[in-house]
Each structure stands twice: as structure tokens, then as C-alpha cells.
């Protein structure tokens, strides 16, 4: 350690701080702009010039490194004349524009100018003027006049986000930031170049002019998409959520949040937002009061199970739902008489059902400290880009990843060893890693494994994993819905053990862990979300999902709920309304309290941000009603509080125990096998039914119409090429889509993304599909 003197507080840091660190360990504040702790030192701002006793002139204290004995003055004559210096040139050319910027109020050069600014300024010349960029629907870069290049936005996006979208042109007072030539800014963390913007040059285009920042209301939330469950400042203006911003957590979303936590608020102001409880009759759909229509349903329900039986009766609950409102549907359902209910809504293949409960296997934080990792089965960047963006620090600092998956995505982060297989050969990808690494090992490979042979990708990537301190072995979104998921997880399983490796599953929703802690999840001999489909029953249950987007197979899905006597929806948004018979609406993440449980099992607890539109209830409250309707014992919740205390003695924060990816299974081998086929991916801004209502994010690249993406290959094969019209068949369904070439897929792998509209006809995420050409749209 080096011991250092600022403002005559002496302090230890570690040998290479920067004079900033100290200054920060010792809760010293320094002016500046271009220095954000995340970021690396670009010291072109001068903000923070400090006075070094010896120093012959200011030093900047962001990119001085720490010498023993050395003494700091941040507040000297010296050093305030410094910083009063660099504030004039700043302001020189800074537009007046404080009352009409969005960042006034929570501006670093506004609030750094009542302190170091001169009253009056000496220069009288015109002040430059920097044309405005279109850079897409997230980001506004209309008033660039404002920036004072501190780069933060450049560096951000080549540091963290993983690809520079944003650079600096021309010298002098002629620079400007901007994007390439006509390319807009598509990174799915975008947004947050919006926080780091320490002026009024980069804002967010849904905000804009909305509302200044002092009439806004705070509240704490935790996002309701992916199993990250980011920390957010929920922002508030009339009862309407106006703006959502990052909370730091070091130790979940660090500073950063996803632009589908950012910009999903807009979805609820929707026009789509249901204000009142629907019914349908004679088929016409009419708005009914509350009792009405929950009586409807308790009548239903009973009418049914008299009738047909419980198990004739099941529930489809999304896995976006709280922790309270999943475990109140278990219990409803089972008091009911049916163990039915499911929110593992895109998997297929339920053979380790009793013998885990899968979560990611370590601490979030871990991740980024990585030295060996190998990911199966995951598009990273879309489905995980908290999680990724960890990662990618880690590379940068010397870790390895590994890839076995179905698309050569480029997932700006450099991997070391990848295994790129049609969806049906990722088992054998696997067993060829199991046999390279028992040989490595030099212990016998699993019985089965005879016949396989490991080839040179294989043999690397047993290479890396026998070396390296932290270890892990992680399934994705993909490899989980897959048809052979336990055997894929079995695979996994054995690697990780005979490596040393930690074994998790990354998870797809905010609550795909927390589905386990409620129960929403068969216990006994109930049937799984794809048996309720595959099997349809009598009556549906439908929380916060969309089963004609949310199921593994969407076509099917629909049909299911066609035939259905009774579908009852509950959801925030009108939806379903060809064969649902009742609509409830709900309340979203910000109009009740709640829980979620993340991929690391830390439960995070939230309050409502805002008064419920209209007629919308709290889900917890509705099934706690009808709970009471079909005399359910139990039911008398006062608080999701209550609810949640039911469930777990955790308090908010703390990490649930009992959570386990160790299935036991041994693993099987497997064999390569041919014919085309479908890889799906569930598009980041398709998600769930939140995203899909942004108008901002539905404005992006990521939320473009599915197609038919194929390698030059398999376009030739079928006589294709990129922009023909083709028509996808994959079992009695078919969509019509273009085709596109994807140079990153294998032979005859066809990518056609699921939850959307035009693909909802094909079904199965994954299966054999043919080609047509010509008969698209």
C-alpha cells in the first residue's frame, strides 16, 4: 500500500491508484467530468487539475498515479484557480440553454459552474454550433452544441457495451461526436450513455420535454424482465411513470441497466392497458364491474371441475410474474384440486423435474472474475446483457469464454474456443468435450461414450477448463428450452464436475428461480406448461402471459386456448380477446408490491410506484379474492408482505437456500443428426409483454420482422437467395418470411425468432421445418 496526504488527511491505496482513488477513499470530492469509475482514464476534461506539492504545475488527479510520501491540495489557490480556468474555456462555448435542457437540475456542469464559474463571460465571438444527429428512437443527439467531449459516451460503448457506435471527428474547436456514417446507435445498453452524459448533449428521445427533473418523484424498483432483476429509480410525474434510471448495486446490475429496463415504462401508458374487468358474452365483449366478473370465474372454475374434474383445469402463470402472485396461483389452484400450473412456458423437456431447482450456480458478482467460462446454448448479448457485459470485462482481463451454440453471433466479446452445431448436434457437441476431457483427465469416459470421437474444438475447450482458478459451465436460454434439455444439463453437469467448473443455469425471466420458492410449478403429478398444451384442458388460468407468444409452441398454444370452455386472462393489457371469456386487469411491476428472485436467488422486494389505472388490481389481491369465492382456506392476506413472509423467512436482499443444479443423471451420448431445421431465439424486444408495447423499443433494429435466416449454403441448396420471399412449414403450420444470410449458422439451420406475430403459426421453438420459395410476403 502507498500512503498519500490530500487536504491533510493522509490514506492508503494500492500501488497504480490514481490521485482520484485516494480522493475517493478518503470522501475528498474533486470536480470532473470525464472520469466515471467504471470507465478507462481519458484526462481530457482537466477538471479535476490538482495542486502536487513539488509539481511544477496543476496535475490532473484523475490520471496521476500515487507516490509514497505525496501531498495533495484539491482546494489550494492554485488548484481552484486551475479549475476555475478549465470551467471558463468549457463555458465559452456552452449554449445558454438551462431552462429548456433536459438535464438541467441534474447537470455536473451546471452544478460545477455555480462553484468555479466566472459571473460574466470575457468572450464575445459567436459560439459554435455542432449540427444535430438522428442516431434511432432511444437516443437524442439534437442539441450537440452542449457536449464538452469527455468522451464518456465513446468510451463507454468500447469498454461496456463492447462496440463503439459513438466517436470523435475532426480536431480542435471543430470537434464533434457522432456515429458512423448512418448508422444508428443499436447496442441493447445504450442508454446508459444517457446517464453518463454529464451535460445536456445526450438525452432520451421518450422523455424529451416530458417533465424537469425537480418535478419528478423517486422510487426505488427492481425490474421485472431478465433474471439479472436490475435495481431501478422509478420516476414519476401525475401517476405516470415518466423516466427509469439505473439504482447501483454493485453486486447485481453494478451502474448499468438494459435499454429494455430503461424504456419498457412506455407500455404502461399504453393504449392497450385494460382499465376494467372484461367479459364475453354472446360473443360480444362488455365491461363489468369487479365482483361480476370474479364471480363469472369462481362459477366457471367450479361448473368445470363439477363437470370434468380438477385436472381439468390449469394455470399459465409468466415467469415475469412476483414471487406473491405466483405462490397465491399455486395455492388457488391446488385448492381447487389440481397441481396444473406451470411458468416454465417456453421449455419442452421437464425429465428433471424433482431433481433440480436451477439457478446460476454462484454469486452475479463472480461472474466478472472469471477465469475459464463456457456457455451453452445462450444468444448472450439479447438475453443476458447485464450478464454479459460481466463478462466481457472478464475476457478483457484475461478470462477465456467458450461457446457451444447454434449461431456464431458476435457477441463483442472474444471467444477462445467455439463449438457452432445445428440445435439436434448440441448433445454431441457436448459428449465429444466429455470424452476430450476424460482423456485429459485420464479417467474413463461415462459408459455410452465408446463411439464418440473428440475433435480439435472439443480438445481445446477440455484444455481450457483443466486450467484456471474460477471455473464455470452456464446454460442458456436456449439450451433450456431445447428438446433434450436434461440430457444437454446431464452433459454439462459431468464436465463441470470432472473440471472443477461451478454449474448454473443463466435463466430467462425475473422470476424464473422464484417460480421454484412459490411453487408455481407441478409438485406431485400435475401437468407441465407443455403437457397443458400438448393435452389441452378444459379451463385455462393465464397470468401476465400471452400464451399465443409465450409458449414453446405457439401455434399449438392457440389452438389449445380455442378449444378451452373458459380462459381466463389476467393482465395488465387487452389481449386474447378471440378466445379468452373474462379479462382481469392486473397491475404491471410499478402498480403493486412485490418480489422477484433472480438468477443468483437474492430476493429483491418493491413497493408500487404509482396509483393502479383505472380498475386495475394488484394480481395478488384478485386471486386472493377468488381464493375466498371458492372458499379456499388460507386466503385472508392483508399484504403482498404477508403473502411473501408464507413463503420465506428471507428478508430483502438475502440469497434463498435450497436452490440445486445437481441432477445426478448420468450422462448420455450423442450422435449428429441432419435434415433442416429451426434454431429460435426469443428476440430481446419481444420478450414479454411489457417490451412488446414500447413503442420506443418496438422502433429499433432488434425489433425488425422476423426472417429466414440461413448460411450461403443452405440459401443455395434450396435456391435461394438473401431477400426472396420464402414460405417456412414446420408441422401443419407455416409463416411467410424473407430470407436473409446469417454467415454464423451451420448447414441446414434455419433461424427464425419466436413471440413474434408472423412466426406465431410455426410452433415448436425448435423441429424439422421445409422451405418454399415464392410464396412469402
Known amino acids: 500500500m502507498v500512503e498519500i496526504e490530500i487536504d491533510g488527511k493522509k490514506v492508503e491505496v494500492p500501488p497504480g491508484s490514481m490521485v482520484m482513488d485516494a480522493a475517493n477513499k478518503v470522501g475528498t470530492y474533486i470536480p470532473h467530468f470525464c472520469y466515471h469509475k467504471k470507465l478507462s482514464i481519458a484526462a481530457n476534461c482537466r477538471m479535476c487539475l490538482v495542486e502536487v506539492e513539488k509539481a511544477p504545475k496543476p496535475l490532473p488527479a484523475c490520471a496521476t498515479p500515487v507516490a509514497a510520501g505525496m501531498i495533495v491540495r484539491s482546494n489550494s489557490e492554485k488548484a481552484v484557480q486551475a479549475q476555475k480556468s478549465v470551467m471558463e474555456f468549457l463555458l465559452i462555448n456552452h449554449p445558454l440553454d438551462c431552462p429548456i435542457c433536459d438535464q438541467g437540475g441534474e447537470c455536473q456542469l451546471q452544478d460545477l459552474a455555480m462553484g468555479y464559474g466566472p459571473s460574466a463571460s470575457r468572450y464575445q465571438e459567436e459560439k459554435r454550433v455542432v449540427f444535430h444527429k438522428n442516431v434511432g428512437p432511444l437516443i437524442s443527439m439534437e442539441e450537440m452544441s452542449r457536449c464538452i467531449h469527455c468522451t464518456r459516451c465513446v468510451r463507454f460503448g468500447q469498454e461496456i457495451a463492447g462496440v463503439m457506435e459513438l466517436g470523435m471527428l475532426n480536431r480542435g474547436e471543430h470537434s464533434e461526436i457522432t456515429s458512423f456514417v448512418g448508422k444508428t446507435v443499436d447496442s441493447e445498453l445504450s442508454g446508459n450513455m444517457i446517464d453518463l452524459c454529464p451535460v445536456g448533449a445526450l438525452t432520451s428521445k421518450p422523455f424529451r420535454y416530458s417533465a424537469r427533473t425537480w418535478e419528478l418523484g423517486r422510487r ?236 480439435d474444438a472439443a480438445h481445446k475447450i477440455a484444455e481450457l477448463l483443466d486450467g484456471g482458478e474460477g471455473r464455470a459451465i452456464l446454460l442458456g436460454n436456449a439450451a433450456v428450452a431445447h428438446p433434450e434439455y436434461a440430457k444437454l444439463h446431464a452433459a454439462a453437469e459431468w464436465i463441470a464436475a470432472n473440471s472443477g467448473a461451478k454449474f448454473g443455469v443463466l435463466g430467462e425471466a425475473a422470476n424464473s428461480v422464484g417460480a421454484y420458492l412459490a411453487k408455481a410449478v407441478p409438485q406431485d403429478k400435475g401437468a407441465n406448461a407443455f403437457d397443458m398444451i400438448a393435452k389441452p384442458r378444459k379451463a385455462y388460468l393465464v397470468l401476465h402471459a400471452e400464451a399465443e407468444r409465450d409458449c414453446h409452441d405457439t401455434r399449438a398454444a392457440a389452438a389449445a386456448m380455442q378449444a378451452a370452455e373458459m380462459v381466463v386472462l389476467m393482465s395488465p393489457f387487452k389481449q386474447g380477446m378471440d378466445y379468452a371469456d373474462v379479462i382481469l386487469p392486473v397491475a404491471p411491476f410499478t402498480e403493486t408490491a412485490g418480489s422477484f428472485v433472480n438468477c443468483e436467488g437474492r430476493l429483491q422486494s418493491f413497493q408500487g410506484v404509482v396509483k393502479a389505472l383505472g380498475e386495475t388490481r394488484p394480481a395478488w389481491k384478485v386471486l386472493r379474492v377468488l381464493g375466498n369465492l371458492l372458499d379456499a382456506p388460507g386466503f385472508d392476506y392483508d399484504s403482498a408482505e404477508q403473502v411473501r413472509a408464507e413463503i420465506t423467512k428471507v428478508a430483502h436482499g438475502e440469497l434463498i437456500s435450497g436452490l440445486n443444479n445437481q441432477s445426478g443423471l448420468a450422462p448420455q451420448a450423442g450422435q449428429a443428426a441432419g435434415g433442416l431445421q429451426r434454431l429460435a431465439d426469443v428476440p430481446i424486444y419481444f420478450a414479454d409483454a411489457l417490451v412488446r408495447r414500447a413503442p420506443s423499443l418496438q422502433a429499433t433494429a432488434d425489433a425488425k420482422a422476423p426472417r429466414a435466416l440461413m448460411n450461403q449454403a443452405t440459401l443455395a441448396k434450396h435456391g435461394l437467395q438473401a431477400g426472396d420471399a420464402v414460405t417456412v412449414r414446420q408441422g401443419q403450420g407455416s409463416a411467410s418470411l424473407l430470407a436473409a444470410l446469417h454467415a454464423g449458422l451451420p448447414d441446414d439451420v434455419v433461424r427464425i425468432a419466436a413471440a413474434h406475430e408472423s412466426t406465431a403459426q410455426l410452433g415448436a421453438m425448435f423441429g424439422a421445418v421445409t422451405l418454399e420459395k415464392g410464396k412469402g410476403a
Open 220 to 455: 426505488k424498483s427492481v425490474s421485472p424482465h431478465d433474471a439479472v432483476g436490475a435495481n431501478l429509480i422509478v420516476q414519476v410525474k401525475n401517476n405516470q411513470v415518466k423516466r427509469v434510471v439505473p439504482l447501483e448495486n454493485e453486486a447485481v446490475n453494478e451502474c448499468w441497466i438494459s435499454d429494455k429496463d430503461r424504456f419498457s415504462y412506455e407500455a404502461l401508458n399504453s393504449e392497450e392497458r385494460l382499465q376494467q374487468p372484461m367479459l364475453k358474452q354472446g360473443g360480444q365483449w362488455q365491461t363489468v364491474d369487479w365482483k361480476t366478473a370474479l364471480e363469472y370465474v369462481a362459477h366457471g372454475l367450479r361448473n368445470i371441475r363439477h363437470e370434468h374434474g380438477a385436472d381439468a383445469i390449469g394455470a399459465l402463470v409468466s415467469p415475469h410474474a412476483t414471487l406473491e402472485e405466483m405462490a397465491l396461483a399455486a395455492k388457488l389452484m391446488r385448492a381447487i384440486g389440481s397441481d396444473n400450473i406451470d411458468s416454465r412456458l417456453r421449455q419442452s423437456d421437464f425429465s428433471l423435474d424433482g431433481k433440480i431447482k436451477p439457478w446460476l450456480g454462484m454469486h452475479i458478482e463472480e461472474l466478472g472474475h472469471m477465469e475459464r467460462v463456457l456457455v451453452i446454448g445462450a444468444f448472450l448479448r439479447k438475453d443476458h446483457p447485464l450478464l454479459s457485459a460481466r463478462l466481457r470485462q472478464a475476457v478483457k482481463h484475461g478470462a477465456k469464454l467458450m461457446l457451444v451454440h447454434g449461431c456464431d453471433d458476435d457477441n463483442l466479446i472474444p471467444a477462445a474456443a467455439k463449438m457452432i452445431a445445428a440445435p439436434s448436434d448440441w448433445l454431441a457437441a457436448l459428449s465429444k468435450i466429455v470424452v476430450a476431457l476424460a482423456a485429459r483427465k485420464q479417467i474413463a469416459a461415462p459408459a455410452g461414450f465408446d463411439a464418440v470421437q473428440a475433435d
